[in-house]
């Protein structure tokens, strides 16, 4: 009963943390409007590859090494900080084009490497990122838990994860979305950039123990 109990907790707190909108979310959903449908899901894997890659540390006891050391906390904050401007900016020199599913833009788009590399990017240079999966995993596990259910709690969050950003990505590829928001896109992309800008920004402040 124990297990399902903190199970739960690792489903619940997971699902509203991933849901939650963040540079995650921003990196996903501008991928999959202002590219194609293939870029947003490569984007989201990107996105999930990140979490196995904090949930794993976290595991292992390497995050509570870089939420303790203020060199490694800032450094990975600072860099993560300025990545997501530097998104955010190249976004703000947006130009009207068409983003139309048949438009001959779709040449334009990036490679699914690219999109992989922004998502996994974005995820690993988000200290807070790592404090969440720490702070989580220290309330549910102790020491004698074992090392499978360890890794099946980590396993459901990045499941979430998996789920829940190729989702976005689906939707926000759709057809009708697209043609119907094409006259304002560049519009958009400037919000979104403005948007990143501001989670850069917030992520610049941020503190250990926020």
């Not at 084009?97 to 922004?118: L, T």
């Not at 220290?138 to 969050?157: C, E, K, N, S």
């Not at 057809?175 to 094409?182: D, P």
Request: hydrophobic share 50%; aromatic share 12%.
């Amino acid at each position: 009963m124990s297990f399902l109990n903190d199970w739960l907790t690792v489903f619940v707190i997971g699902l509203a943390a991933v849901i939650s909108p963040g540079p995650d979310f921003a990196l996903t959903l501008r991928n999959s409007l202002f590219y194609s449908r293939q870029t947003g899901i490569y984007t989201a894997m990107g996105v999930t590859a990140g979490h196995v890659v904090h949930a794993t540390y976290c595991l292992v006891g390497i995050g509570a090494i870089i939420s303790r050391s203020i060199l490694l906390f800032n450094t990975l904050k600072w860099v993560g900080a300025a990545y997501l401007i530097y998104i955010g900016l190249k976004s703000l020199r947006a130009k009207k084009h068409s983003y139309s599913v048949d438009s001959k833009q779709r040449s334009k788009d990036i490679s699914r490497w690219m999109a992989f590399r922004i998502g996994l990017l974005g995820d690993l240079l988000n200290p807070k990122a790592t404090l969440f999966f720490l702070a989580l995993f220290t309330q549910i596990i102790h020491p004698a838990t074992p090392l499978v259910t360890q890794a099946f709690y980590g396993a459901t969050i990045v499941t979430i994860a998996l789920v829940w950003y190729n989702l976005v990505a689906l939707l926000i590829s759709q057809r009708i979305v697209k043609n119907t928001l094409e006259s304002i896109s560049h519009w958009l992309e400037r919000v979104a950039g403005a948007v990143l800008i501001a989670l850069g920004l917030r992520l610049a402040f941020a503190r250990a123990r926020d």
